[in-house]
């Protein structure tokens, strides 16, 4: 990983000053004008962390979502959120007709290792709208020779990152800038360096770091998350950057104010938070 810290400006801090806002939307709006987000993962034993991604794609204004997961796993997601078309795959063929309809693809948590999430990615990856690569998707991205869409967002923590690079966890920590710079360059989609700190590399040189968060955020399904609200941004409109750069502040700014309850906050806390500051920072209406 080449060491670039001191020859390129130093990260943006994130503010919401300096954050793109969605754009309001006029009395005769339609669900057919705010994108269409499909959500891809969910292998046995793993139906949570899709769910919980699809629905904070469906609290931030996205205006269709459908989820495909085990099928084993359709009843509780239907429970869990109704207004989502939750489709059960046992192979990738299933998974083209929902695919050709989607504008944007949220693809990798709880997907697994396996052939079934092997099948699902490798079917992912051959559509051409934006698309937000997380957990496994980044596993499988690791030993793969795939590209990923154009306008698409990969969400590594410091463990991934480093697989993806070929180097160490330490190393990736060392410079995370570097890191960040790295993936992009490498993957040529935009990278959320997630952690503490955590860092939104853009391909035109772009650096942000968002300095929010609390330490109540360790803990299981914040990922899943972070990457529906990604989804849902971009199928609004908003670009790779912009979208993951708002993402990661409200996503931040959400767990800052679950996380002063203290211990025991819950990923699915955090979506009624995120909801009401994408509000505040860009009203639906006038």
Known sequence: MPQTKHLLADPQALSADNLAPLPRRAPSAHKGQFGH?????????????????????????????????????????????PEVMVLGVSSANQLMGVLAQASVVVVGPGLGQAPWGRSLLSAAAQAKMPQVWDADALNLLSNAV?????????????????????ISTGQVQADRPAAARALVKKYSAVCVLKGAGSLIAGLNGELAICSHGHPAMATAGLGDVLAGVIGALLAQGLGAYDAA??????????????????????ASDLIPVIRQLLEEHAPCTK
């Open 37 to 81: 987000v499909l959500l891809v993962g969910g292998d046995r034993g793993f139906g949570g962390s899709i769910t919980l991604s699809a629905q904070a794609a469906l609290r931030c204004g996205a205006g269709l979502v459908s989820l495909a997961t085990r099928p084993e796993h359709v009843p509780a997601a239907l429970v869990r959120v």
């Open 146 to 166: 795939i590209t990923l869409a154009p306008g698409s967002v990969m969400t590594p923590h410091p463990g991934e990152a480093a697989r993806l690079l070929g």
């Open 245 to 266: 750069c708002l993402a990661v502040w409200l996503h931040a700014r959400a767990g800052e104010q679950q996380g002063q309850l203290g211990r025991g906050l819950a």
